[in-house]
């Protein structure tokens, strides 16, 4: 276990227990939201109903409890939610929802009178005269609020530079001419220089008020403005309370309006709560605001149990929409909103579940270190003058069953089974079902195409959005055709692999559901796809070529697939295995709509493809696929693992170069590259004008085999300059050691000199000739044994410059596996240079692109294992990933993971599952590798491969052409029941089954 994770002690699940846990749920979730001090709601203002099943009470306007007991008895469990109000923050409060009237009766309660509040904001911000509060004076503001309510005010005050100040504010209603009375005050201790500070207070009425500034210490003054105001605050500023004229302090006024009156209904009926709630605006139409609902949470650590109080594991909806409490752990937001179609459910992680019934609710939340607050919305946004809605909320007896929807894997044995579909869940539907780019086309079809829930259709919309241009390429961004960084205003940002993908999303989308209307329009779409890759890039002779002048593949080049701050480009390993897989999709769609010529013409070529894609990419010395060869002829293979599974998952290689490639992964050791010299930026970056040099000494104490530096353009291209490395200092004896050209430099990029290996030395980096926008990330911090200069003198504008030198490569260990466990390393091999971002400060293994890992291909491990090594060893990687899965934090969460990874949504090593919904392909591969199971235009295709430790395995809840079908396989059997079906088909180790579409059709055997 990593030695920084934070353990829960039995002091604070003791606490949470019980009585502990409803007061740290009030307590904390009020926090989360409330701006306003709350005070206690005295007992004449309280309401309550109860029935044995539901307890819920309140005051002001909210719920302040909400309590469930399954059995009906009325034990009543920790409080569900320790408040619910309408609206997204809580200011029902005798302050604020004073006047809130209710009435009950007979299992119901209602509230009118529910005012709905809306910010605004009185604010004096100018920064022109400040005037110093001297010992023992004060300073004030008066000032006149029109707000409903405010709660706080506050100015903004100057030091002059000092840490050491403080002062007191204190409001007051009046003016020190009309007499003052005390509200509140603060002491501001430290001030921070040319900060705001507050006093905040119960919720104040409209009217006069003066706010003073008094007993300061240090030198604090109060910012203001002579002459003009900018904002009337209907006041005077004052000294010692003496008005001053020509003067106005800066000022900020926080408060709210009421924006609209609210009514809300409650009714008890055994174990449902129905809520009917109605808002009516008093300006402009408005859409629903929804309401929040507070639960007990904990942010830190990895435990989602009750008695550490995580009152609900998973949320989920009746169209297969799924978050686990896992996922949100260390988080400080939900990583995605779960909409439903009619229902949401919340499993609990006690004897209780809840179901939210509702028009298209949507549940969304936040969280702080103690409290969850949910959001519960509604998918109808239309601005309304009059809002009306209606929910109920079920208690429902706890239950880990899900509805028919959701897809449930089966095998001999069960425990493996679970995990896996718990697995699958998790990653498969718990990220955003619509709007994905075309890189995601082909791998979102794989993870959903095949169920019923709304993933489903949502793949068809997203295919359908897709934009091309006239010559066929296929848009990499769903509103842009390239990728949104590099700036595509500067570069061509393009991905040349969504043609790919959307051409194999296409086939797999219709090939899954029998939509004729949804292929009838993107058939020729997909036929101009495939044209581009045949004509515009060449793949009619067997490899596709990326010619464009920003995808050369070289070092520092825009990349040109998914993996996408490394250099992909010109001959490209990685989009040419889609090609491949393409060729066969675009065949079948052909054959379907009976155009033999042209699907005999596209698998005509794939055993040419294959033939020059092994020709072209395999590395012999090494046993794998390199990624790339650029525009100059130069290899660039960092032991790319995806490549190699990714193209076997396409059957690319023979059998022997299948079982060199897993040789290298299960037993081969990664090369690292260490820094010989490594001198960093400190934010300088002076340009170098034309005709100038810059230079930077260094000592290397060790032998190394490349200089870089780095060099930023201002944004700008067209930059070239020559970059010389001598042996020796300018003024002394120097040696030209190599010289190198660059042209049309990148904004940021590393220029670097591959050289033989030089001993131990001073050296000296420059560069001259520079035409164009040019400059050199500098350092004012001084390093010892090196230093800038400027045309070959001791430089004024930095002390340093960026510079690094790397050795030569060494073995590392050979944990390719064993590093990250859930996936193999992404590369194998230091990649310090072939990336278009500088990553020569981030060690290997802590970029997701460079050792790090990504889930997803975890999913074309098994399927390639399962292709080419057996079906036992295909299980054996499954289930060690599934180990690491049934640990505590599920391979979820924000950072760290439970073995100390840190993830990749805040610039870490791994990609486990937030921004990456392709990580479903991983748990997914239980389906496509054992089963066997693919779809194809007319047929379904079974080509089981069961381990031996499994007898049958099986799905729930398959999805083809309208058909709810549950299909298992044995060891010489293929079955599929469900919608009237009941087939059974034999067949023997290693071959297909077809089961055509006339055969589902009829619903009976067919002998094969």
């Known amino acids: 276990m990593h030695p920084n994770i934070e353990r829960f002690t039995t002091d604070r699940r003791s606490f949470l227990k019980g009585a502990g846990l409803v007061a740290a749920a009030t307590a904390t979730a009020s926090a989360l939201t409330q701006p306003i001090r709350a005070t206690a709601a005295a007992e004449d203002k309280t309401y309550r109903l109860e029935n044995g099943f539901i307890s819920l009470s309140g005051a002001y306007g909210k719920l302040t409890q909400l309590a469930c007991d399954p059995s009906g008895h009325g034990n009543y469990e920790p409080t569900a939610f320790s408040s619910v109000f309408l609206g997204g923050t809580d200011f029902f409060d005798d302050g604020f929802n004073d006047g809130v009237a209710w009435t009950t009766s007979a299992g119901k309660l209602s509230l009118t009178g529910i005012q709905l509040p809306s910010a605004t904001d009185l604010k004096q911000a100018q920064l022109s005269d400040p005037i110093q509060l001297s ?27 000092s840490s050491s100040t403080s002062l007191t504010l204190t409001l007051y209603s009046g003016t020190p001419a009309t007499g003052l009375t005390e509200i509140g005050s603060a002491v501001i201790d430290p001030v921070q220089d040319n900060g705001w500070a507050y006093v905040e207070v119960p919720a104040q009425p409209a009217g006069t008020y003066y706010l003073e500034a008094s007993d300061g210490s240090g030198t604090p003054g109060w910012w203001g403005r002579s002459g003009d105001t900018t904002v009337d605050v209907g006041g005077a500023s004052y000294a010692d309370r003496v008005q001053l004229t020509g003067r106005t302090m800066t000022l900020d006024v926080v408060g709210y309006n009421v924006e609209g009156v609210a009514t809300w209904d409650f009714v008890l009926s055994g174990s449902k709560l129905a809520m009917n709630y109605g808002m009516t605006w008093q300006g402009d139409p408005r ?36 978050l686990p409490a896992q996922q949100l752990k260390r988080r400080t937001a939900w990583t995605n909103p779960v909409p439903g179609t009619k229902w949401i459910g919340a499993t609990g992680t006690g004897p209780y579940d809840l179901r939210i019934t509702a028009q298209q609710p949507i549940l969304d939340g936040t969280m702080s270190s103690d409290a969850m607050a949910l959001t519960l919305s509604t998918g109808n946004t239309d601005a309304a003058k009059v809002i009306s809605r209606s929910l109920s909320f079920d208690v429902q007896a706890h239950s880990d069953a899900l509805p028919a929807v959701f897809p449930v894997f089966t095998a001999s044995d069960n425990v493996r089974a679970t995990q896996a ?5 998790e990653r498969a539907l718990s990220f955003r ?49 390239g990728w949104p960084f590099p700036d595509p205003t500067l570069y061509d940002a393009r991905h040349f692999t969504s043609n790919a993908m959307y051409i194999l999303g296409t086939w797999r989308y219709y090939s899954w559901s029998g939509d004729s209307s949804f292929l ?18 060449g793949g009619s002779s067997g490899i596709v070529t990326i010619t464009s002048a920003d995808h050369t593949g070289r070092d520092g080049a825009v990349s040109s697939n998914y993996w996408d701050i490394t250099s992909f480009g010109h001959l490209d390993a990685y989009l040419n295995a889609y090609f491949y897989g393409a060729l066969e999709a675009m065949a079948q769609l052909e054959d379907h709509v009976h155009n033999a010529k042209r699907a005999k013409q596209l698998r005509a070529l794939r055993p040419l493809v294959q033939k020059r894609y092994n020709e072209t990419f395999w590395n012999n010395a090494d046993g794998r696929y390199i990624q790339c060869i650029d525009v100059d002829g130069v290899v660039h293979d960092y032991g790319a693992t995806y490549v190699n599974l990714e193209a076997a998952s396409f059957g690319l290689p023979t059998a022997a170069q299948a079982k060199r490639i897993f040789q290298w992964l299960d037993h081969g050791k990664t090369e690292l590259q260490d820094s010989v010299v490594l001198i960093e930026s400190g934010g300088l970056a002076p340009k170098i004008a034309p005709g100038q040099t810059m230079g930077m000494s260094f000592t290397a104490d060790a032998p190394f085999t490349s200089v ?69 990330w500098s350092s004012m911090t001084p390093v010892a044994g090196s230093a800038a200069y400027t045309d070959g003198v001791l430089a004024t504008d930095a002390k340093t410059r960026l510079v690094v030198a790397l050795s030569a490569y ?81 391979i979820s969460g924000g950072s760290p993971l439970l073995h100390g990874e840190t993830t990749a949504d805040v610039g870490g090593s791994v990609g486990t599952d937030i921004p990456f919904p392709e990580s479903g392909l991983a748990p997914a591969s239980f389906m496509y590798a054992f089963i066997g199971v693919e779809a194809e235009p007319d047929a379904l295709v079974f080509t089981p491969a069961l381990p031996s430790a499994l007898s049958h395995a099986g799905v729930r809840n398959l999805y083809w052409h309208g058909l709810n079908l549950d299909v298992e396989v044995t060891r010489s059997t293929v079955s599929i029941q469900g919608s009237g079906i009941d087939l059974t088909r034999p067949y023997r180790p290693g071959k297909s089954v077809r089961v055509t579409s006339q055969e589902l059709a009829h619903g009976h055997a067919h002998a094969g």
């Open 708 to 776: 870089a530096a780095r060099f930023p353009t201002y944004s700008e291209r067209g930059a070239a300059f020559t970059m010389t490395l001598y042996q020796g200092v300018p003024g002394g004896t120097q040696v030209t050691i190599a010289k190198q050209d660059f042209q049309d430099w990148g904004d940021g990029s590393v220029a670097h000199i591959d050289l033989q290996a030089q001993p131990a030395g001073v050296y000296y980096l420059e560069v001259s000739n520079v035409t164009g926008t040019l400059a050199w």
């Open 433 to 481: 079902f619509d709007g994905h780019a075309a890189d995601w086309a082909d791998w979102n079809g794989r993870i959903l195409d095949w169920t019923g829930t709304a993933g489903r259709s949502a793949q068809a919309a997203n295919i359908l959005a897709i934009k091309q241009n006239d010559d066929g390429y296929v848009w990499s961004w769903t509103d842009a055709p």
């Open 287 to 322: 859409a629903d605001i929804g309401m929040t609902l507070n639960t007990s949470w904990v942010k830190d650590g990895y435990s989602v149990d009750y008695d550490d109080g995580v009152l609900f594991s998973r949320f989920f909806a009746d169209n297969g929409a799924y």
């Open 810 to 890: 060494r073995p590392g260990p050979a944990d390719i596996y064993s590093a990250w466990t859930f996936a193999p390393r992404a590369t194998t091999r230091r990649n310090s240079y072939w990336f278009f971002l500088c990553e020569l400060f981030t060690p290997f293994g802590q970029q997701v692109q460079d050792g790090g890992a990504i889930l997803y291909t975890s999913g074309f491990d098994v399927l390639a294992r399962a292709r080419y090594q057996s079906a036992d060893d295909a299980w054996a990687r499954l289930t060690a990933i599934l180990d690491r899965w049934k640990e505590p934090d599920h």
């Open 135 to 161: 010992t023992g004076h004060t300073l004030g503001q008066s000032f006149t609020s029109t707000a409903f309510r405010f709660t706080k005010v506050g100015g903004q005050f100057p030091t002059w530079s």
């Open 421 to 425: 579909s718990a697995f699958y869940w």
């Open 520 to 537: 009838a329009t993107m058939l020729p779409r997909v036929r101009k796809a495939m044209d581009f890759y045949l004509d515009s890039l």
